[in-house]
Structure formats: C-alpha cells, structure tokens
C-alpha cells in the first residue's frame, strides 16, 4: 500500500523523528516535509535521510495558501506536527503562535477539504487540559488552557474538530504528554538542564520546583501517532502518556548524578506566570488500539541525556547563535542574578 504523506513542521523536534520513523518503517511510503525553517526548525534533524528518493522538502509556511493549496492536493494524509510550541515564549509574545498555531492550521484544514485527503492527523498537547490536582486526564475532560500556547493549540484543535463535523474532513487528535530525545530545541526544559549541566552553568529550576510532568520518548510518540493515523477511529483524540512522571527538581537532580556534576548547580528561580502544577493523562483509549510505550523513565533520561553527549556539536551550534543568546537572556538574565 503506497502513501504518500504531507508532515508539517518536520524539521522540528517530534516531526524530524517522525520524519525518520515513516521511512524507516514503510518502504514505499512517500514523505513531502513542509518546514518555515524558524528558529527551531533544523534542516541538520534530517541530514541523515536528505537524500532518500522518497523524501521531498520544502521550505514553506502553513499559512501561506500558495505553498500548501499543491502539497495538500498530492497528499493521502496530512500530519500536521507545524507550531510554534515554547510556553515561555508564548507568555513573552503571543502573536507568531496565534497565526503559526490557529490561521497554519485553518489554511491546511480548507485545503484538505477542498482535496479530499484521507485523513487529516492534528498533533496537539496535554497542555490543553490545563492543570489537574490528582487523577488523571481521560479524552472527555474539558479544555481549560492556562498560557497562550495552550490556548492555541486548544483553538486549532476545536478547528479541527469544527471541519470534521462541518465537512466531514477524517480527522483524528492526539494529545501528547512532555516529549523528550534526540533533536529537541535547548531551550526546552530538559536539553537546557543538560547543556548547561555540560557547561557547569546554572540549571534554572522554577518557583519549588515540584511541578509534575510525564516524560514520553519521543520514539514512543512516533509509534503512537502511527498507530492512530493507521488505526485511529475518525474524528476521535487519543491522550499519548508514558506514566513517566517527574518533578522539575528531580528531573535536574538525575541530570547532574549522570553527567557526574554537583547539585550547587540548581538555581531556584521566579516561576513562570500561570505555571501548571501537574499534569497527567489516561491513556487506556490509546493502549486498546495495541498500544505501549517501550521506554521507562530511567531509560528516557538515560537515553536522552547520552543523546546530548554524543551529538555536541548540534546542540553548541544552536547554543552559540545570537538569536538563542538573546532569548536565553531575556527569559533568565534577572531570573539568575
């Protein structure tokens, strides 16, 4: 069975991954990468495949009708991993996430209606629920975002779900808990922790510390999203969660112990504005498709921080551009003082 696929966003962290994972798994799948290249999409995620005949890429925005109106029309299945997706970032300026998250999703969603796509897969976020004090998550709790980027990603789902209803488009959701590997942008929390750590640099922990997140792999997430763009009933969202649950503070403390660094190095700092406390999903609906996750928390970190061992010169590239100087200041320059 051939298919071929429109990946947004896929020079990106989840979609460079997943990028890899379609062409690794599907032979005579076919894979059209559509990327803006902003500041944390990196051509160099996907070095390692550029040149495999069934991969295409191009430089191009979603919002931009031109460039997707022709990629949607030669596509089976649209994947839409394209967003701006950093909560600090979202709290310093709204507006790039706003027309990236909501109008990039709206163009893609019109042009699959007009085309006729397959299906129509829409990554989203356990942000969208908000902040939850015990219990867990199920795909019928409300959306209550609490920062802009949620309030975004919570927008385009409800898009979503507006043109399957309206238009009998074949969506399906997902809704992923914190991911973490190879790729991910040093300004998330996790390769911040260990690039500084490499550094002996101040890790920056918010407000106690104590806020709990699931840290899902990021090949667990791929296999995920693969099992439901093949298998997932249409118009319905699937909750993607590991059960890898840690809080900031012990997130820094595993980091320091592996790379062999002292705990002198954490810095409690201001919290962030509206930071949720806790997050967590039920993701039974998910696990009776057939789905696992391969990977336990001791593995994920293990994995993940040997990754930004091993791949030094990506991460310090990244690390040394003015622009990421310029936000790493902005976010914690009076923070670390």
């Known amino acids: 069975m051939t298919k071929s696929l429109l990946i947004t966003g896929g020079c990106g962290f989840i979609g460079a991954n997943f990028v890899r994972h379609i062409l690794a798994r599907y032979a005579d799948y076919r894979v059209v990468n559509l990327d803006k290249l902003t ?16 991969y295409r890429f191009v430089h191009g925005d979603i919002t931009d009708i031109d460039v997707v109106d022709p990629l949607v029309a030669e596509a089976d299945w649209v994947v839409n991993f394209a967003a701006e997706s950093h909560v600090d970032r979202s709290i310093l300026g709204s507006a790039d996430f706003l027309h990236t998250n909501v109008n990039g999703t709206y163009v893609l969603l019109d042009a699959a209606h007009r085309h006729g796509v397959e299906r129509f897969h829409q990554i989203s976020t356990d942000e969208v629920y ?5 219990g867990e998550w199920d795909e019928g709790f409300p959306l209550e975002p609490r920062n802009p980027y949620s309030a975004t990603k919570a927008s385009a789902e409800l898009l979503v779900n507006a043109f399957h209803l309206s238009h009998s488009i074949p969506t399906v959701v997902t809704r992923a808990s914190n991911n973490i590997g190879p790729y991910q942008y040093p300004e998330k929390r996790v390769p911040l922790y260990i690039t500084n750590a490499i550094d002996d640099k101040p890790l920056p922990v918010y407000g106690d510390g104590m806020q709990v997140r699931d840290h899902l792999y990021v090949d667990d997430h791929c296999s995920a999203i693969d099992l439901v763009l093949h298998e997932g009933v249409i118009g319905e969202v699937y909750n993607v969660g590991s059960d890898n649950d840690c809080t900031g503070i012990d997130i820094a403390r595993t980091i320091l112990a592996q790379l062999g660094k002292s705990e002198s190095l954490i810095q409690f700092v201001e919290d962030r504005a509206g930071h949720d406390q806790r997050y967590a999903l039920d993701s039974n609906k998910l696990r009776a498709l057939g789905w696992t996750p391969a990977v336990g928390v001791e593995e994920t970190m293990k994995r993940t921080i040997q990754w930004y061992v091993d791949h030094e010169d990506w991460w310090r590239d990244i690390r040394n551009r003015d622009d990421y100087k310029a936000y790493y200041q902005r976010q914690y320059g009076d923070r670390l003082k």
């Open 39 to 54: 500041y944390a999409g990196n051509p160099a995620n996907l070095a390692d495949i550029a040149d495999d005949e069934r």
């Open 130 to 134: 908000g902040s939850i004090a015990e």
